[in-house]
Structure formats: structure tokens, C-alpha cells
Nanobody, 123 residues
Framework: EVQLVESGGGLVQAGGSLRLSCAAS????????IGWFRRAPGLEREGVSC????????YYADSVKGRFTMSRDNAKNTVYLQMNSLKPEDTAIYYC????????????????WGRGTQVTVSS
């Protein structure tokens, strides 16, 4: 059974940092691409970033480029999202997702999802 568990969310002031983690089990982690997504109240889900299976390819949404960094540790079956210079508009539930994408990175095509972790940025 594929399991993805996000952690690391919380309340932080604008300008602060958080590091989200996504712990994975139940599949061949080093063969799967991982994506981070977020959903803010009243808005559609947004693809924040993704990383390919061997970490050779990454993508960041324009809204987070230069502030967020995604990485993966295939030995620990864990993906990280380092979020710096946080803004109130980053407030959302953050989800990680995983799927086999043939070595590519994408913000679509994921069938396996975690339950999310809340990030709240106060002004």
C-alpha cells in the first residue's frame, strides 16, 4: 500500500522558514517522481514543485521560485520542501504526491496522495 505522510507544517511569521517532509512507503521510492501541491481556502489546488525520480529534474511554480527548494533522499524514502521568505499568500494545506513518471518531473499525473500538512503564514 502506498503511503505518503507529510509533516513540518505550522504557524510562522512572514519572512520566516519552514521545512516540510514527505515520508513514503509501499512503493519503489527511487523510481517515482514526487510533487508538492497546495490548496488555499477558496482556491484551486496549485502545483508548487516536483522532482524526478533521480533528482535530475525539478520544477517550481513562478509563485515560489527562488524561495522554495525541493530535494529528496532516496536512502530515507523522504522528500523535503525547504520554504524560505514565506509570505501570507503561501498559507495553504500542502500535499505531497507520488507516481511513476518515467524519469520525468510533472505537476500532473499523480495517483498517490498524502493527507496534507497545514502551513499558516502570519503578516
Amino acid at each position: 500500500e502506498v503511503q505518503l505522510v507529510e509533516s513540518g507544517g505550522g504557524l510562522v511569521q512572514a519572512g520566516g522558514s519552514l521545512r516540510l517532509s514527505c515520508a513514503a512507503s509501499g512503493f519503489s521510492f527511487d523510481e517515482y517522481a514526487i510533487g508538492w501541491f497546495r490548496r488555499a481556502p477558496g482556491l484551486e489546488r496549485e502545483g508548487v514543485s516536483c522532482i524526478s525520480s533521480k533528482a535530475g529534474d525539478t520544477y517550481y511554480a513562478d509563485s515560489v521560485k527562488g524561495r522554495f527548494t525541493m530535494s529528496r533522499d532516496n536512502a530515507k524514502n523522504t522528500v523535503y520542501l525547504q520554504m524560505n521568505s514565506l509570505k501570507p499568500e503561501d498559507t495553504a494545506i500542502y500535499y505531497c504526491a507520488a507516481d511513476y513518471l518515467d524519469g520525468l518531473c510533472s505537476t500532473t499525473g499523480y495517483d498517490n496522495w498524502g493527507r496534507g500538512t497545514q502551513v499558516t503564514v502570519s503578516s
